[in-house]
């Protein structure tokens, strides 16, 4: 192991000079074997699989891995490794101590909200190249430290960087989700719908249709529909004479009683009230 000359240039996203502790590849006989629950303290591990599948547990969470996936271990974060015990996987691996962002702890290279895996072969070849050349690298008789240091920075941005992009595409897809669930719900709201059915017409597990609602919107899709329908009520009771019962149905409820406890606990009032005071109001 090795640390860098102090003369070398610090990439300015960095606060100090990270260092490379180890890199390896390891085949699919040493995969085998599972790696239990651990951790690290003074260091970041990055991993990529070339080869299998198998099954990665961190900070917690089960991610089922196959060739093409990054895998990216933060300081402090518990992890565990489960290869496929029949054929193993070819993983490239390499730890660096020292790295030092601005506003994270010590060798955490992104927030705990961040997926600590990379699907979808988003940037696999780059990353790829990189660490296949630290791995040259560090072999060699003579080993470059400056070579090695920018190749560090490199690889560590490079994975920064699709991590961050990642995470603003899913919450990119889960805004359009979002929003389509409530065109939905704009639709059919004065109907006698339920969370299942809003969910059954989207093809989703209702708990997650309901988080990505929420999370897009600012209510849950139940509690949209209940504003929707007082909305829309406000409206008739002021532009119309027709009776609150008949209102009551047309945005979908199936009783006066029901529509006028709904209709008091959002506005504060009756709707007979509601009609009454502001029908007055010049």
Not at 56 to 67: L, N, P, R, V
């Amino acid at each position: 192991m090795f640390k860098f000359g102090k003369n070398l240039p610090v990439v300015s996203s960095f606060e100090k000079q990270p260092y490379l502790i180890s890199v390896n590849a390891e085949d699919r006989m040493q995969t085998r074997t599972a790696r239990m629950m651990h951790v690290h303290y003074d260091r970041i591990e990055i991993l990529q699989l070339q080869s299998g599948h198998g099954v990665h547990i961190i900070d917690g969470k089960e991610y089922q891995t196959k060739q093409g996936d990054i895998l990216i271990y933060n300081a402090g974060i518990k992890h565990e490794e489960f290869a496929d015990s029949e054929n193993g996987m070819d993983i490239l691996s390499c730890a660096i101590g020292d790295v030092f962002l601005k506003g994270l702890a010590p060798n955490v290279l992104f927030a705990k909200k961040y997926s600590p895996v990379i699907q979808n072969g988003s940037c696999y070849h780059e990353v790829g190249a990189l660490m296949i050349m630290l791995y040259t690298n560090f072999l060699s008789r003579n080993p470059s430290r400056e070579l090695e240091y920018h190749l560090l920075c490199s690889l560590l941005l490079t994975i920064r960087e699709a991590v961050m992009r990642g995470e603003s595409e899913e919450e990119q897809k889960e805004q359009e989700l979002g929003h389509l669930i409530q065109s939905y719900i704009d639709q059919h709201y004065k109907e006698n719908i339920s969370l299942q059915d809003i969910a059954d017409e989207m093809n989703m597990n209702h708990y997650y249709m309901s988080h990505v609602f929420k999370s897009t919107i600012g209510y849950s899709p139940m509690q949209y529909v209940i504003r929707r329908r007082i909305g829309e009520a406000q409206s008739y009771l002021l532009a119309t004479d027709k009776t609150v019962t008949d209102i009551a149905y047309m945005v979908g409820y199936n009783s006066a009683s029901n529509f006028n406890n709904a209709f008091k606990k959002m506005v504060g009032m009756s709707p007979q009230r509601y009609r009454e005071f502001w029908g007055s109001q010049p």
